[in-house]
Every structure is written in C-alpha cells, then in structure tokens.
C-alpha cells in the first residue's frame, strides 16, 4: 500500500503519518518544512520496516510540484491512498489582514489542494482513496474566519462532487470534518480560551487519525468526529443561515477577546500566529 | 557556604516550579548552574530574578524545547562550547527534572507521543550527550510516586489507542525509574527523585477544563517547590550515595516492576533505538 501525505511535518498530517507507518504502508510525505520532515521520517523508520520518501514542495509553487512529479515519476511510484492534509488559517476579520493573507488561504487549501489532487490521480493504483480534510466550519457561515470557513466548504462540496465522478473508477473519496484538534501547545491555548465549548468540540487527534483511514478503507464518504460536532450539524440545518452567522459572530468576538488579553505581549507576532488559531491543521503547506 | 563553583550542575525545566527551586538552592550552595527552559522569555525572567538577588550569581541559562531531539542536540553542543569557554568548570551533575503533562494526545517532531518524548526520551538522549562530560559526576531524574501504580504498556507504549493524560504521565515516570536502574549498570552514577505532592505549574501549562480546575485542587495540600529541591542538594553533595529512589532525602521504595530486568532492558532498547543512539558504543569509545 502506498499512500501520499500532503502537510506531514506537523500537526494532523504527521499524526497520519503515524497512523500509516503504523498500519505498515509505505508512504510519501509532502511538506514546505524540511527539518520537520526529516525529522519525522527518522522518527518513524526507527520504530516501523517501511519505506519512506520525503519531498520538501510549496504546494502553492508550480515549479515545486512539477519537480516533486518528476520525482515521483523518475521512482516509477504509483499510489494507493492519497490524503490531502495540507491548509492553513491566517484569519481574523476578514478587513484586519493584509490582503495576501486572505488569498493564501484560497491559494493553499483550494488551489493547490485540486492541483496535486489531480496530478496524484493520474499516478495511481485501482482502487484508489482519497481523503480531503474539510472542517467543521464548512458546514456553518463562519465571520470572522469567513474566508477559511468557506475555502472548507469549497472541499466539502468538491470531494462528495469528485466522489460521484469517479466512482466506476473504484476511485472512493472521504471528506474529514473535525472540529478543533489539539496538535500542539499554542493550538491548546486557544481551544482554552474558548472554554467549555472549544473542549468539548475538540476530536481527539489519535483517534481522529485511526478512524479516518478505516473509514476511506471502508468507502465512507464523510467523516464528522464527535458526537456533540454532529448534534452542532444537524442542529444548524434547523436555524436560519443568518440567525446562525449571528450567533457564531458573538462567539468568536468572545474567544477572541479572551485569546488576545493572555496573549498581548505576543501582539507583535499576531501577523503570524493568526488571532483566530487554526484548529484543525497546523499552517504547514 | 562551601564554595565549589567549580562544580557544574545542569537542570532541565528550570525556570519555574521544582526546576527553579532546585537552581536556588544550588547557588545558595555554592554550585555553578546551567539552567534549561523551553521558553526564551521565562529563561531570561528566571535570570533576572535570580541576578536581582545576587548580581554575580554564577547561572546561565539555556533555550530549548526539550520535545524535539534536535534541539537537544543543539543544546548539548551549547553546553560543550561553554564547558571549553570555561575550563575551570567539571560537569558535576545533571538534573533532568524538565517534564509535563498534555491533556490531548500530541506528536512531537518524531512522531511520538509527547509526555513519552519530553518526560523519559528527552533526559535518555541529553544524559548520553552529556557522558563524556559528566566523567564521576551524576545524573538525578525528577520521578514521581505515581510511577508505583502502572506498567509498561507495551502493546501501546505511545497510547495510540486511546490516550489519557495520568496513563502516559505515570508510564513515563515509571520510565525515568528504570533508565536510572539501567545506568547504574552501566557504571553512570543515577539517581531518581520524588518531590512528592508540590505546588507547581505542572497541570496548568497545556492542560484545560477539568483537569485544570483538579489540579488547582489537588496542589493546594502539596508542599512549596523547596522541600523536594533539598533532596537534589543533598543528592549532589553525596554523590556516592547508595539508593536509587530518594523521598525527602531518604531511601524510599519504588515500583517492583523496576526490579524486572526484561523491562528495563526492553525499554531501554527501545529508547536506544527511539534516540537513534546506542550506550555501548559511547562507553567503550
């Protein structure tokens, strides 16, 4: 079994790293973070009898991924899985961030997430699965992380759509939509400050990890962890879709608020240790 | 006060809780101190409330994220470089005493769990560095006697399964117990301690909600960080001592599974292989 790991240096993508190597696949771990990425392959060779390439890649650079398919290609490999982990948030209100901020989130979670989709799709083994990691915002109107929360929904929409294209290819398609994941310290602090809530909608991370790849083995189509996520879902497709962007609004004002008081020495850093912390993945691309 | 600045003693987690009381009373005993924290800013609060007091205090410290074996790597080459800077100075002792706990399972750069990482193969790895320094000096780990009540759960020794925080925090202090065993072995002079129940920081840094309000509880009956740094001075002022688990200063009684050679000598395989090192060759080197 082979299996392609996109955003693998850190947070959920190394987590499914482990997973794999765990299960015993031989995987190819993407990421733009190079020291992490060795690291994490030393790391898991000392504990797992796999084989493990590692390309450092900038999804969002095309040059990058022409060489990362090249070298793919020159090592004739061939995929059986595929998971798409790679994305970012840098968001706050959409008007407080340099406009390059908001565009990488589109260019990184959306762009670059079709653009090696499709150029793993045309190296792979029959059947095929693919994992998207959407997020429990794709499923509400999200202000204050209103770019991120629909770039989510773009995934979410797409993979049940691709899904159903590609079907009689044997090609099963998964969407993953945790709510926040405790990958590392900072991640936590912010799931703090959002009290009891932010708690209670955190997935646990190896769990997450474990049943994701089941359920693509399984040919499950989407993945909500949680009950009280799902009971939030089915909750939300009740309310009107205003009431709803009104009610999430107060919310992250709060957090927010709350984020920024134990954290206001670090007010300098916010540009990139973004106010609203990305709770599902670590910005890795 | 005896002075025998000459002497070098190295604590990890040293700019608060037990780690900070133990550097005190080290320099109140007439020790040169190399201190480790893994936040820049608390290693420069803990220099300057210590140089407040005395201004010629003998103390450096160091940054280091203790979780990541590179940066371990790097801060044993920090202290080397001193150690040549400084050639009055003989490494003394080395106190691995930095430690935490993690409410939500978390990777850490290698792939593994992260109480594992930081609690046991953080001070494995930095005493193997430190060896050739350390000639007859000793090394003492902060234990706990919530080591007695566990084993080691080898068929998930990173609790991929299901993670609970007092699970993997137990099991990695019944791993410090059991690195000491082994090193004495291996003719390395080592000691553990138990600072007993102390009124530290411990459950409030990553953790969140009920564990937290526990711990604010439960530490309020516990002892001021300087009763257990006591047993460190006294460890460090004798170190040709006779136990191998000290309590208050006295010989206490530990885990029996401590007394299994199998386990010790698996997992001290295991930490070999997880280092990417091997205490054989180093020695006889």
Not at chain 1, 47 to 62: A, G, S
Not at chain 2, 18 to 26: D, E, N, P, T, Y
Request: glycine share 6%; net charge positive.
């Amino acid at each position: 079994m082979n299996v392609f790991i996109t955003g693998a240096a850190g947070g959920l993508g190394r987590a499914m790293a482990v997973e794999c190597a765990k299960r015993g696949y031989n995987i190819v771990l993407t990421d733009c973070d190079e020291i992490h990425l060795v690291q994490i392959k030393n790391g898991l060779l000392r504990q797992y009898d796999i084989n493990i390439e590692i390309i450092v890649c900038d999804l969002t650079n095309k040059e990058d991924v022409d060489t990362l398919i090249k070298k793919i290609d020159f090592l004739n490999l061939k995929f059986d899985m595929m998971l798409n982990i790679a994305g970012i948030d840098n968001e706050g209100a959409f008007m407080s961030r340099k406009y390059d901020q908001i565009g990488d989130i589109v260019k990184v979670n959306v762009e670059a997430t079709l653009h090696i989709t499709y150029e793993i799709l045309n190296r792979r083994n029959t059947p095929f699965n693919i994992v998207f990691v959407s997020s429990l915002a794709s499923q509400f109107p999200m202000p204050l992380k209103a770019t991120y929360a629909a770039s989510k929904r773009f995934l979410f929409d797409f993979a049940l759509s691709l899904g159903v294209e590609l079907k009689e290819s044997k090609v099963s398609v998964l969407t993953l939509c945790p709510g926040g994941l405790a990958t590392n310290p900072t991640v936590i602090e912010a799931i703090d400050a959002q009290g009891f809530f932010g708690k209670a909608t955190t997935n646990r991370l190896e769990i997450v990890s474990r049943k994701t790849i089941q359920k693509a083995l399984r040919g499950d189509t989407v993945y909500f962890p949680g009950v009280l996520n799902n009971l939030f879902r089915i909750f939300n497709n009740l309310l009107p879709r205003q009431m709803v962007a009104n009610l999430i609004h107060r919310r992250w004002v709060k957090s927010q608020a709350k984020w920024l008081n134990t954290n206001n020495q670090s007010m300098a850093n916010m540009v990139k240790t973004p106010i609203t912390q990305n709770l599902e993945t670590k910005g890795v691309i | 006060m005896k002075n025998q600045t000459d002497k070098l003693v190295i604590v990890t987690g040293s700019t608060s809780g037990i780690g900070f009381a133990i550097v005190l009373k080290l320099l109140e005993s007439g020790y040169s101190v190399i201190g480790v924290g893994s936040k820049a800013e608390s290693c420069q609060n803990a220099k300057i409330k210590i140089t407040a007091q005395n201004p010629t205090a003998p103390v450096v410290f160091y940054n280091a994220n203790l979780a990541n074996q590179q940066e371990i790597y790097a801060l044993a080459h920090n202290i080397k470089e001193y150690l040549t800077l400084n050639p009055n100075l003989k490494l003394h002792c080395l106190i691995n005493n930095a430690g935490g706990v993690r409410d939500w399972y978390m990777t850490t750069s290698e792939g593994y769990e992260y109480q594992f990482a930081l609690n046991h193969l953080s001070g494995f790895l930095l005493t193997y560095l430190m060896v050739p320094l350390l000639k007859d000096g000793i090394v003492i780990f902060t234990a706990s006697s919530s080591h007695k009540h566990t084993r080691i759960h080898w068929q998930d020794i990173m609790f991929q399964k299901w993670y609970f925080v007092l699970s993997a925090y137990k099991q990695s202090k019944l791993c410090n117990v059991m690195t000491v065993k082994e090193l004495n072995k291996r003719g390395i002079k080592a000691f553990a301690v138990d600072p007993g129940l102390v009124k530290t920081d411990i459950g409030n840094k990553g953790m969140t909600g009920i564990t937290r309000w526990f711990w604010n509880i439960h530490k309020k009956s516990g002892t001021d960080p300087e009763v257990p740094a006591q047993t460190y001075v006294y460890l460090c002022n004798r170190p040709k001592s006779l136990g191998l688990y000290y309590y208050n200063s006295k010989i206490a009684s530990y885990n029996k599974e401590v007394d299994k050679d199998s386990e010790t000598m698996r997992l001290f395989a295991l930490s070999e292989k997880l280092c990417g090192i091997s205490y054989k060759e180093r020695i006889s080197s």
